[in-house]
């Protein structure tokens, strides 16, 4: 009997250490895109919305509002921040011509690379001290924790899916 306690004591506090580390990287990466944001004086929410951009491609303004749960007034303002700001144009859809489409300015953009370079690095060291199927874990496990994040700001947004 002892050992089922044993088993149960070990898994809380491995459950109670995954959520202080979970909250410890939720903060880490706050304040890193926080610095980057600044750095390209842009705001975290800029930053973020050019990430999507760069990881999704061409967006329309209601796409940019589905996928960040901001407001259509707000997704407006931002696009015309980037726009004059020189990171985002605004071009028509080539298959419907009513459709405006956020294109990112890659060249503007790509000259920000090096502030990701220290970071990218010590990633890429991290990640040899694993084995494929480590990192086949790891990697199922950032895709579902996004899925539940992603599912709670809808919550909070009413934008739920």
């Known amino acids: 009997m002892a050992r089922v306690s044993s088993d149960a004591d070990r898994r809380g506090e491995l459950l109670a250490a995954l959520h202080q580390a979970g909250r410890e990287h939720s903060n880490a990466a706050v304040m890193f895109h926080a610095a980057v944001g600044a750095r390209m004086g842009l705001g975290m929410t800029e930053e973020k919305t050019l990430d999507l951009l760069e990881r999704e491609g061409p967006l329309t303004a209601g796409e940019i509002v589905a996928r960040t749960g901001l407001a259509p007034a707000s997704v407006s303002g931002l696009v015309d921040r980037l726009e004059r700001k020189g990171f985002v ?3 028509r859809d080539h298959a419907d011509g009513r459709r405006v489409i956020v294109e990112i300015e890659r060249d503007r953009v790509a000259s920000f690379g090096a502030l990701f370079a220290d970071f990218v ?4 060291a991290l990640y040899a ?3 494929d199927e480590q990192l086949d874990v790891i990697l199922d496990f950032l895709r579902r924790s996004a899925a539940v994040q992603q599912r709670a700001t809808g919550t909070l947004t009413g934008e739920t899916a």
């Open 89 to 91: 144009r605004r071009s």
């Open 121 to 124: 690095s010590g990633l890429e």
């Open 129 to 131: 001290d694993y084995t």
